[in-house]
């Protein structure tokens, strides 16, 4: 499981975050205040800080220069209602990885924030399986197995979301012949040459227990 520290002082903004990002499967750590957000640096690491700039006592600007010149490299994506060119160029010059302007839409920061954090993880182990997330190779017993097409996008779509339920509509969209029963199929197929633990989510999709 991943694990964001995220740095807000708006109430309803910070608790609406924190159910969707644990909703997606994410670790979720908050400070209301720049220095509370320092400490929890200090003691425990994390794959993503998502700060705020405007908040209590040390501001994310200076909290993030703080944090690299301690030599801290964790990605750092800031959640700001400054637009101002002079803002985001500060932000960037004290190497922050990505900037996102309120209001946002949560969809976009949650791809934002995947995208990142396979680069930084971009292996995951499933049993005997070692899937690339960035070149979508499969290996089982570590050696790697092909897979066609739409197989390997559904094979993709379970191991990115691990542990999460798939709507169909989302294994749809990958498949040329969308329906149930081909989705059946192919996941049946994935199940018994991986040994996956899919289940199916009734009405809804699937998931890939963790194991």
């Known amino acids: 499981m991943s694990k964001i520290l995220l740095l807000e002082d708006d109430y309803l903004l910070c608790e609406t975050l924190k159910s969707l990002l644990r909703g997606e499967g994410f670790e979720v750590i908050h400070a209301s205040d720049g220095e509370e957000a320092l400490n929890y640096s200090y003691e ?41 060119i002079q803002t985001i160029t500060k932000a960037f010059d004290n ?12 969809d976009e920061l949650l791809v934002r924030i995947k995208a ?18 960035l070149n979508k190779r499969v290996f089982h017993n570590e050696r790697e197995v092909d897979l066609g097409f ?19 509509e989302s294994f749809f969209d990958v498949m040329e012949k969308p329906s149930d029963i081909a989705l059946r199929v192919h996941i049946t197929k994935l199940k018994q040459r991986f040994s996956l633990h899919v289940i199916n989510v009734k009405a809804i999709g699937y998931r890939l227990e963790k194991v």
């Open 150 to 168: 739409v197989e390997k996008e559904i094979f993709d779509l379970l191991m990115r979301n691990l542990g999460q339920t798939i709507l169909k």
């Open 44 to 84: 425990s690491s994390f794959d993503l800080y998502l700060f705020d700039i405007n908040v209590p006592l040390l501001n994310g600007l200076d909290l993030l220069k703080l944090l690299r010149e301690s030599g801290d490299v964790t990605p750092v994506f800031f959640i700001s209602a400054y637009k101002d």
């Open 116 to 133: 990142h954090i396979v680069k930084k993880n971009p292996l995951v182990s499933y049993g005997q399986i070692t899937y690339d997330l």
């Open 95 to 106: 190497a922050c990885d990505d900037y996102i302007k309120k209001p946002f839409e949560f």
